[in-house]
């Protein structure tokens, strides 16, 4: 099982959790959620978005099968204009490698995180474990407390 400073963090807060180990490479969320042989609805991917001004990131965590809205994203967290990181940007931002970028590794980092609103659909969700190849299912109340993720129609 690959232990990370993600795994050890839910440890430490005494978080159910399961690990999966998938190829080390950069997957989209529906091939991941193929090789988890999960709807990818549950598979939730992070995307880097910058403020136009200044201000900390954002990441937006949506289901495998969606887009971001950059319009509804924009509103929710009150800006006017927001656009996507290049992966170059994302990696040096967030200091993982995309694929790897989750928001259980990136807690006290200076982000805003956002969670489309499918996530209370679901008792558990996917997301990516803080490095290429490793993907955590948890309680999705577990996901939006531990983040202190705002939750809201992105996509």
């Known amino acids: 099982m690959a232990i990370n400073n993600v795994t050890r963090f839910l440890d430490s807060r005494k978080v159910p959790y399961t690990v999966f180990e998938l190829p080390r490479e950069k997957l989209g969320g529906e ?3 193929h090789l ?3 709807l990818p609805e ?3 991917k992070s995307i880097v978005i910058l403020r136009k001004g200044s201000g900390k990131p954002i990441l937006a965590v949506v ?3 969606k887009e971001v809205n950059l319009k509804k994203l924009a509103a929710s967290v009150g800006e006017k204009k927001v656009s996507p990181a290049t992966q170059r940007e994302a990696e040096r931002i967030t200091k ?3 694929g790897g970028i989750s928001p259980l590794a990136l807690l006290n980092r200076g982000f805003e995180i956002v969670i489309h609103r ?5 008792e558990e969700v996917h997301v990516s474990g803080g490095e290429l190849g490793v993907n955590i299912r948890l309680s999705s109340s577990d996901l939006v407390d531990l983040t202190r993720a705002k939750v809201a129609d992105i996509s």
């Open 31 to 33: 091939e991941t959620a």
């Open 36 to 38: 988890l042989n999960a």
């Open 42 to 44: 549950i598979v939730f």
């Open 63 to 65: 289901p495998g099968n």
């Open 96 to 98: 993982l490698q995309a």
């Open 118 to 122: 499918s996530v209370q659909e679901f």
